[in-house]
């Protein structure tokens, strides 16, 4: 009886996906695959950004975190927040206390005060988080904070956007998905999801910031270098993980070594061969 | 199971006598783990995943309740303390990723437990309450793993929420008034965070007590083995400890290994960005798409894309994404091949490979997302799934005609058996 049952049961679900599959197939024969604009001209190889963070024994270049850090500071920070980081955070990119807190007062924190309770404006403590960036323009700037960790292909696709703003879109896309075409305070970047984003190129020219190691501010260098500030950012514990991985595996594997030589010693004479 | 020729707990010291005599605690360790649980002497590595699974457990709860003393349940401040947890926590890092790579893992381990259990027949008579309790288990692991990923309240967990809970709303007359009920709203809210809280953190421990459930009812007939013959004689079994605790033992380093290698060096690499992206219910994201050991469920409910009969689509979607799990319940009376393991069973075997082949590209649809061609591949590879289970086994076990099976466990093993010569011989 059960058999019988199941048997029907199983006939009515083939029958029900046979129709999906029937009605489905003559769609498909009228529409054709789908052909999005995504899928034809969205650029998902994504440029090759080489960090010293990567790999098992990826480790920060503290140097260029601070460069990062500089134009987060000079560029980004006027449209996008980064709430997520606290200042005192910033001492392990090498800055020293002094520095922090230097860095943290000049950020004005709308906070309570300790004797009135009233909410007052006062300098930033290194304590604090970096404060909200309110934005008043088009578009809706995320925070960067999990930028990285957010977005498929991490710092390199942080990397190709901000390199990756193109004058001309292809006569060729216009043609095919004339609804792509850039619209107004709309720029084309085939980075971007849906090819037009809202964010003017932001590093449009070389030397927006003037790096206090002297590096050369070029629009290469700073894209980089902001693109591996915003790794640390979103994972700031990854050298402490990186390092204790490396000795927690090398430890599993030799007591794993350990535990298949008891196991042999233990079965060497039941297996009987 | 006791077998006539199992091991007697003994009490070596007198401190463990008087515990004995009062609450016979290490007797029955001893007699779930240790030297008095005889087990059949041919398991293959497939049987360790038993063991592995409830080391995961372990792994799920020691991680989870610690994190949850530092997770805020509140829509205005979990995603906050999950980053808090991240950035502020002494190892929190190492605890979240440890956890969520954890779920993952445990997934893993089970799903190679079930294909065990489908491979070897270990589902059949007398162990079908082992494998009716295996499929709770399973229900509640689906259950705890889902609410666990809405916590965060990133976007995917949103919209997980969105979607999954949507999903009653296709149930005709109640459907609506059921799933606000379930939300305790109109969308996820702040009543829903709280309540998958407060579930994610009592399911775990409803999961052990059918763990416990399921062990013991494995321990009446005791565990099954790759050919499915009975144990007959001593020669057949070894006892648990030490020969099991040994092999149990190194598995579940090599498992630590490449567990640590995805929380240590890749602990994103199963999870969706999205879910670093703050939880936004005026923002729909592009592709909705559930952790991958959801995919293949997910693929079936999807390809149900048209009306039937009287049935809406949405509906017999539904109804075939829990029936995918719920027709395991009955697969001890679908199947009534006598025969035990799929080594003796030729035909069923070819059948289970395509299933397995079947469920991977279930899993691979469930990913992409829902547009052709993988709407047509997802319903034919759908209808193989429910003919397997529904048509193709009840008629297999019925015609097939099964290869010899080995004597006993020990013959099998060393390719004789006195005890098998000497009823030659008589006869």
């Keep these: 009886m059960i058999r019988i049952i199941s048997i029907l049961t199983g006939l009515f679900f083939t029958a029900a996906l046979l129709w999906s599959l029937t009605l489905d197939t003559i769609q498909l024969s009228k529409d054709g695959l789908p052909h999005t604009v995504e899928k034809a001209y969205v650029n998902h190889h994504l440029k090759d950004l080489k960090l010293k963070s990567d790999g098992i024994f990826g480790k920060f270049d503290k140097a260029q975190l601070k460069r990062g850090f500089e134009v987060y500071q000079g560029v980004c920070a006027s449209c996008h927040s980064m709430g997520q980081v606290s200042y005192r955070s910033l001492a392990a990119l090498g800055y020293s206390e002094t520095e922090v807190k230097a860095i943290a007062a000049k950020a004005t924190v709308s906070a309570k005060d300790p004797l009135t309770g009233e909410i007052k404006d006062r300098p930033g403590q290194p304590s604090d988080k970096f404060p909200k960036v309110i934005y008043a323009g088009v578009g809706n700037p995320p925070d960067l904070s999990l930028i990285t960790k957010a977005r498929h292909g991490g710092a390199a696709y942080v990397y190709s956007l901000l390199t990756g703003y193109e004058a001309q879109q292809p006569a060729a896309l216009l043609k095919e998905f004339p609804d792509a075409k850039t619209g107004e305070n709309m720029h084309y970047n085939p980075y971007f999801a849906n090819l037009n984003i809202a964010m003017a190129p932001p590093l449009a020219s070389d030397d927006l910031v003037t790096y206090t190691d002297g590096t050369k501010a070029t629009k290469d260098q700073m894209a980089q270098d902001v693109a591996a500030f915003l790794v640390w950012t979103a994972e700031p514990e990854l050298e402490q993980r990186h390092q204790t991985g490396l000795w927690w595996v090398l430890f599993m594997l030799f007591a794993t070594v350990l535990g298949y030589m008891s196991y042999r010693n233990i079965w060497a004479e039941k297996k009987g061969h | ?427």
């Design chain 2, 1 to 427: 199971m006791s077998f006539p020729w199992s091991k007697q707990y003994t009490p070596s010291h007198p401190v463990m006598t008087w515990l004995d005599e009062k609450l016979p605690l290490p007797r029955l360790v001893y007699n779930a783990v240790g030297g008095g649980y005889e087990v059949p002497r041919n398991l293959n590595y497939f049987w360790n995943f038993g063991f592995l699974a409830g080391f995961c457990l372990v792994i799920q709860i020691v991680t989870g309740v610690i994190l949850a003393m530092h997770y805020g349940g509140d829509t205005s401040v979990a995603f906050n303390s999950t980053e808090h947890i991240m950035r502020d926590v002494n190892w929190g890092w190492m605890l979240r990723y440890g956890h969520a790579n954890g779920a993952a893992a445990f997934f893993a381990v089970i799903y190679l437990h079930i294909f065990r259990g489908f491979y070897y027949g270990s589902y059949k008579a007398p162990r079908e309450m082992i494998w009716l309790l295996g499929v709770v288990i399973f229900l509640l692991m689906m259950a705890t793993a889902f609410m666990g990923y809405v916590l965060p309240w990133g976007q995917m967990s949103y919209w997980a929420a969105q979607v999954i809970t949507g999903l009653f709303s296709s149930i005709p007359l109640v459907g609506d008034p059921l799933r606000e009920w379930l939300l305790g709203g109109f969308a996820p809210g702040n009543a829903t965070l709280n309540r998958f809280f407060s579930l994610h953190f009592l399911l775990p421990f409803v999961i052990l007590g059918v763990v416990i459930l399921h062990i013991w009812s494995l321990h009446i007939p005791g565990s099954s083995n790759p050919t499915g013959v009975e144990v007959k004689s001593e020669s057949d079994t070894v006892p648990f400890h030490p020969y099991y605790t040994a092999k149990d033992g190194w598995t579940v380093g090599l498992f630590m290994v490449i567990y640590s290698l995805f929380v240590f060096y890749m602990p994103n690499a199963l999870g969706h960005p999205d879910n670093y992206i703050p939880a936004n219910p005026m923002q729909t994201p592009a592709h909705i798409v559930p952790e991958w050991y959801f995919w293949p469920f997910y693929a079936i409910l999807r390809s149900f894309t048209q009306n039937f009969l009287i049935f809406d689509a949405k509906l017999l979607g539904v109804l075939a994404m829990f029936a995918a799990i719920l027709v395991w319940f009955f697969l001890p009376w679908l199947d009534k091949s006598p025969v035990r393991s799929a080594t003796y069973r030729p035909l069923y075997r070819k059948f289970f490979w395509l299933l397995v082949v079947d469920v991977l590209i279930l899993g691979y649809l469930g990913k992409a997302p829902a547009e052709q061609p993988y709407v047509l591949i997802s319903q034919l590879a759908t209808m193989y799934y429910f003919l397997h289970f529904l048509v193709i086994v009840p008629i297999v076990s019925s015609i097939e005609r099964p290869d010899p099976l080995p004597f006993s466990i020990t013959e099998s093993v060393l390719g004789s058996d006195g005890a098998a010569k000497l009823t030659t011989t008589k006869s």
